[in-house]
């Protein structure tokens, strides 16, 4: 039987349980890349300050200035997951992208891939009473289990689910006159897409607005010249385009595998 839902936000109620995938046993947690896999680019090679569980690594290479940065052990991850509210389904990306929501004071989001609900759930509870957020998810199966939760969560009232491609779903939005009107959009669905799913949402956020685009760093495979499937060079292919999009201010984030914050500038 699932355990209860721990709270997400304090508005959430303590009742909600997840289905057994979503939820966590004691004492366990996902598996996490080592640090080889996850901080490749920025160190070549990586010299460990300890042991080899250390949890703090240096850049090799002179390049970075010698940088010391934080290795995820399976140690230092369950200590994450001791210090957040949300369950460990990539509990430090939920947790920030509803930090992002509340800082921005979004009012109208959209999420690209909603899988089974958890991240679209964590911004549908931090969203206002009058807040919206457009759910794009092509698979009815993870719709009917998302919008499960989001009843039981009190939430479905602020999220419009389009059961379609989210390509057809975002060019919807726009000839519906709806550009420029939202504050922050998360990505999470076939890699291959995304940058027509990038064009669209900068189309559709308001200047100052984020667009947030998961699994950046692809198990670390971007970073490893020996993978060359088709999903890896369209992943690191779209990386550098975003690098040198001068319409946008990015952040690459280390955390789950990876996530890149694009802030929309203003024009000229």
């Not at 990586?46 to 850049?59: E, F, H, I, M, N």
């Not at 457009?134 to 009190?154: F, H, S, T």
């Not at 201010?249 to 789950?256: C, K, L, N, Q």
């Amino acid at each position: 039987m699932a355990k209860p839902l721990p709270l997400l936000c304090r508005s959430l109620k303590p009742s909600i349980s997840l289905p057994p995938f979503l939820s966590r046993s004691p004492g366990s947690h996902p598996k996490v890349p080592s640090s080889d896999s996850l901080l490749p680019c920025l160190a070549r090679p990586l010299r460990s300050l300890g042991t080899d569980a250390a949890p703090v690594v240096v850049a090799g290479d002179d390049k970075y200035g010698k940088k010391q940065v934080i290795s995820v052990t399976p140690q230092l991850y369950d200590y994450v997951l001791s210090n957040v509210r949300e369950p460990p389904v990539s509990p430090d990306q939920a947790q920030l992208l509803a930090m992002l929501v509340q800082i921005l004071g979004a009012q109208r989001c959209i999420e690209v891939g909603i899988y089974t609900g958890y991240s679209s759930l964590a911004i549908a509870l931090v969203l206002p009473e009058s807040g919206h957020l457009v759910a794009c998810e092509r698979d009815a199966k993870c719709l009917e289990i998302a919008k499960k939760y989001y009843e039981r969560a009190g939430v479905s009232h602020k999220v419009d689910v389009k059961h379609a491609l989210a390509v057809d779903s975002l060019k919807a939005l726009i000839l519906n006159g709806e550009a420029c009107s939202y504050d922050f959009a998360f990505v999470d669905a076939e890699k291959r897409m995304n940058n027509e799913y990038f064009e669209l949402l900068l189309q559709l956020v308001r200047v100052g607005g984020l667009i947030v685009i998961d699994n950046v760093l692809w198990h670390g495979k971007v970073a490893d010249p020996q993978v060359n499937d088709p999903k890896t060079i369209s992943i690191r292919n779209f990386n550098k385009k975003l690098l040198e999009d001068e319409r946008i201010s990015i952040s690459m984030v280390p955390i789950g595998d990876g996530m890149t914050i694009c802030r929309k500038r203003a024009h000229g």
